[in-house]
Nanobody, 120 residues
């Protein structure tokens, strides 16, 4: 079993910054993909940023140049640095990990979500 624990959400004014963290623990052999998604009320969940263990990253067009995803593979942790935040970034942010377990099984896991609110 694998647990993803997120932290770092909160209330910030437009133009401000937040840093989200997501730590994975459990019977993990390896994690290829780790990503951040978000879901605003009435909207579908969307990919914000993703990173592979090899260092490749990709971003939603709406956050390019403002958000940066990074990983600490030794700690099975992914971060999302969010700068120049806008009210439209307000959403619940979820971490996802694409894992290979110690028993060889391939599983996807989600975090519990952390609220990010951008408002003056």
């Amino acid at each position: 079993q694998v647990q993803l624990v997120e932290s770092g959400g909160g209330l910030v004014q437009p133009g401000g910054s937040l840093r989200l963290s997501c730590a994975a623990s459990g019977s993990i052999f390896s994690i290829n993909f780790m990503g951040w998604y978000r879901q605003a009320p009435g909207n579908q969940r969307e990919l914000v940023a993703a990173a592979t263990s090899g260092g490749s990253t990709n971003y939603a067009d709406s956050v390019k140049g403002r958000f940066t995803i990074s990983r600490d593979n030794a700690k099975n942790t992914v971060y999302l640095q969010m700068n120049s935040l806008k009210p439209e970034d307000t959403a619940v942010y979820y971490c996802k990990a694409d894992t290979i377990l110690n028993n060889g099984a391939h599983r996807n896991y989600w975090g519990q979500g952390t609220q990010v609110t951008v408002s003056s």
